[in-house]
T-cell receptor, first 112, second 113 residues
């Protein structure tokens, strides 16, 4: 079946550190891949997306590259800020299914 | 402002009671979704609807019901058959439903008294 696996958190970093949050997936065909962010008590917001192999999504200094060969979509940021503290969700949509499948989320804490 | 409105923000359910969570959008989106969020389990799909008067079960539909009588509205009823309803419920929508980003509401926290 279709699924998303994320690294468990919490991930705790100092300000200006490099961030990687791992995400791997299982899906038939070529799914669309997404990263969402959730701040406390709120809904999710799209951070970035990629719709085909080798695409790189980017936004607000975050990047992720669609790797078909390793079925991965790891989230990276070169220098995190305290304001990046949130829960990050990796998600996929199997082609044409209209169903969006989410990982379990990874909590990031950035310390000043 | 355009967006998705969920109400109420907090809801309490007594044993044996049905409760309905409201979700309204003024984005003119065709597809709408309901997710349940539990700590450490991420988001799980309850129901989704691609067009008015049509909807499909997600992965955890048992104990829930929905309707889609209007494009802008997709209410979720948590029935007494749902034995563990305490969770954070999120409604979302997309313009066409495939390969699109989801727009989320701010959620409803449901607790059992």
């Amino acid at each position: 079946g279709n699924s998303v696996t994320q690294m468990e958190g919490p991930v705790t970093l100092s300000e200006e550190a490099f961030l990687t949050i791992n995400c791997t997936y299982t899906a038939t065909g070529y799914p669309s891949l997404f990263w969402y962010v959730q701040y406390p008590g709120e809904g999710l917001q799209l951070l970035l997306k990629a719709t085909k192999a080798d695409d790189k999504g980017s936004n607000k200094g975050f990047e992720a590259t669609y790797r078909k060969e390793t079925t991965s979509f790891h989230l990276e940021k070169g220098s995190v800020q305290v304001s990046d503290s949130a829960v990050y969700f990796c998600a996929l949509e199997p082609p044409g299914t209209y169903k969006y499948i989410f990982g379990t989320g990874t909590r990031l804490k950035v310390l000043a | 402002d355009g967006g998705i409105t969920q109400s109420p923000k907090y809801l309490f359910r007594k044993e044996g009671q049905n409760v309905t969570l409201s979700c309204e959008q003024n984005l003119n989106h065709d597809a709408m979704y309901w997710y349940r969020q539990d700590p450490g389990q991420g988001l799980r799909l309850i129901y989704y609807s691609q067009i008015v008067n049509d909807f499909q079960k997600g992965d955890i539909a048992e104990g829930y019901s929905v309707s889609r009588e209007k494009k802008e509205s997709f209410p979720l009823t948590v029935t007494s058959a749902q034995k563990n309803p305490t969770a954070f419920y999120l409604c979302a929508s997309t313009p066409r439903g495939t390969n699109e980003k989801l727009f989320f509401g701010s959620g409803t926290q449901l607790s059992v008294l």
